[in-house]
């Protein structure tokens, strides 16, 4: 298909199902993967999940911080949680006094909270899914890291990653990021950022023919999507 059909066809998304959008809001995927692996109760989270984890994660969760700030925190304390939230070292001393062992944080584009947590080697990215992200610190967890902990798509642009794997030409690479991406879509399906980033790997590669293949599928389901909009644009210079 040529790229002046393909934007034609982009018109035909359709609307999302209530379903679908309450699985792409709240991080009832990755409240279940903390259940299966049997995750410690006190979790560090991002301010606007503490409520869905204390209704959802009762009895056995423990949020950090959470919407009843008025009530339990103090304010000096509360803002300096929330602090620690985009400072590596005020996080690390928080950790030393805690011991918490895992992040849920918000998987929103730009958002910079947790930021730094992809740079930091003490800690793995171990679920990925459209609302939220879980974060393990390995020495806690060094058995579950090893098994499920993602390598290439730990940053917050999918498609910067998937480029650069494609372009470094490297089979094992480009493998690992292709089963990544598959995870990711397995685990939220209504979620185009995985599928924008299968057409750049593919397109990075040099990989035409896959490339518009996955193209074709990607506008079939999601073809009002801003960022599927923008990806077009980005191909057709």
């Not at 994660?57 to 939230?85: C, N, Q, W, Y």
């Not at 918490?100 to 899914?129: E, I, K, M, Q």
Request: hydrophobic share 45%; aromatic share 10%.
């Amino acid at each position: 298909l040529s790229l002046v059909c393909l934007l034609w066809i982009s018109v035909r998304g359709g609307v999302a199902a209530p379903g679908t959008l309450a699985a792409n809001r709240f991080p009832t995927a990755a409240l279940a993967f903390a259940r299966t692996h049997q995750l410690p109760a006190k979790v560090i989270n991002s301010y606007d999940m503490g409520g869905f984890i204390l209704w959802r994660g009762r009895p056995h969760l423990r949020t950090e911080i959470d919407g009843r700030a008025d009530m339990v925190f103090a304010p000096k304390p509360f803002r300096r949680i929330l602090r620690s939230h985009s400072d590596p070292k005020l996080f690390a001393e928080y950790r030393q006094r805690d011991g918490a062992t895992w992040v849920l944080g918000h998987n929103r584009p730009g958002d910079g909270r947790f930021a730094f947590l992809p740079r930091d080697r003490r800690w793995c990215l171990a679920h990925w899914s459209a609302p939220a992200r879980v974060w393990l610190a390995r020495s806690a967890h060094q058995g579950l890291c090893a098994k499920v902990a993602y390598q290439v798509f730990t940053g917050p642009s999918l498609d910067a990653t998937a480029f650069a794997v494609g372009r470094s030409r490297k089979p094992a690479m480009f493998q690992r990021a292709t089963t990544e991406l598959a995870r990711m879509i397995e685990v939220s399906p209504d979620d185009p950022r995985p599928r924008i980033a299968q057409v750049v790997l593919q397109h990075g590669i040099g990989d035409r023919a896959r490339r518009d293949w996955l193209l074709g599928k990607l506008i079939e389901r999601f073809g009002d999507d801003p960022g599927v909009l923008a990806l077009l644009r980005r191909l057709a210079n």
